[in-house]
């Protein structure tokens, strides 16, 4: 064990580890089985992360390919900590592309919310953004939810060329989680640019999951939001 796993465990707290457990489905059969917590606080998590930034890439690595969720949480917010500060093209464009190879232990809803935004969004800014419509029809879940998270940056510079495409092909998806990150996406959409949003709802809201639908129009007017979930728009 390497100095930062030790000072990571000085934060562990087993009562927060039982809690996490059931939060982030780690029971057979749910999406994050077999996941093992330590019960690390998020705060302290990115406390630690920003102490850490000139940490090595192998040790970057090793960490993000840990059993130990908290230890890929911690790896992947040093690698946005290290993409934030990064003084160069050369060094964010590193950064991405090391976070490219760890799709595979992203594999939780945290580690993708915490890092893809920072990482993908940003890099894909001012960049061709093909390799979004790839990953969103990935068969991997959180391939996919990396794909629809990056639009957060996206929708934060006022970009919104990209959400309502990759919604639309993601309205037939069977999972709950990716239900919930569309419906989050089109909410955030929405407070950039109301009609648009109001056009896309209108052409799907009597189709899509309800779940994505719900989460859309979370903050719409209540009357309006009746007449969305019965149907009567």
């Known amino acids: 064990m390497n100095k930062i796993q030790m000072d990571l465990r000085k934060h562990a707290d087993v009562k927060v580890a039982e809690k996490n457990q059931y939060f982030f489905k780690t029971g057979k059969g ?12 998020s705060a302290d998590l990115r406390k630690l992360a920003k102490n850490n930034i000139t940490l090595g890439v192998r040790v970057i690595k090793s960490l ?16 946005v900590y290290k993409y934030e ?22 594999n939780n809803w945290d580690l993708v919310d915490c890092s893809s935004p920072y990482i993908v969004g940003t890099y894909l800014l001012n ?27 996206f929708i934060r510079k006022g970009d919104l060329r990209e ?5 639309e092909l993601l309205l037939n998806d069977e999972h709950d989680l990716i239900h919930k990150v569309v419906g989050w996406m089109l909410r955030e959409a929405g407070k950039k640019d109301l009609k648009k949003l109001e056009f896309f709802l209108k052409k799907h809201y009597k189709s899509m999951p309800r779940t994505m639908l719900r989460y859309s129009i979370e903050k719409f007017p209540e009357p309006l939001r009746q007449k969305y979930l019965k149907g009567i728009i």
Do not use: C, P, Q
């Open 163 to 167: 959400v309502f495409k990759m919604a």
């Open 30 to 41: 749910e999406y994050g089985y077999g996941d093992i917590f330590i019960g690390v606080r």
């Open 127 to 153: 960049r061709d953004r093909k390799i979004l419509y790839t990953w969103v029809k990935s068969d991997h879940l959180w391939t996919k939810r990396i794909a629809m998270v990056a639009n957060w940056w």
């Open 64 to 79: 993000i390919k840990s059993k130990v969720h908290e230890e890929r949480a911690l790896g992947l917010l040093i690698l």
């Open 85 to 106: 500060k990064a003084k160069s093209e050369e060094e964010r464009e590193k950064v991405y592309k090391i976070y490219l190879t760890m799709f595979k232990y992203i």
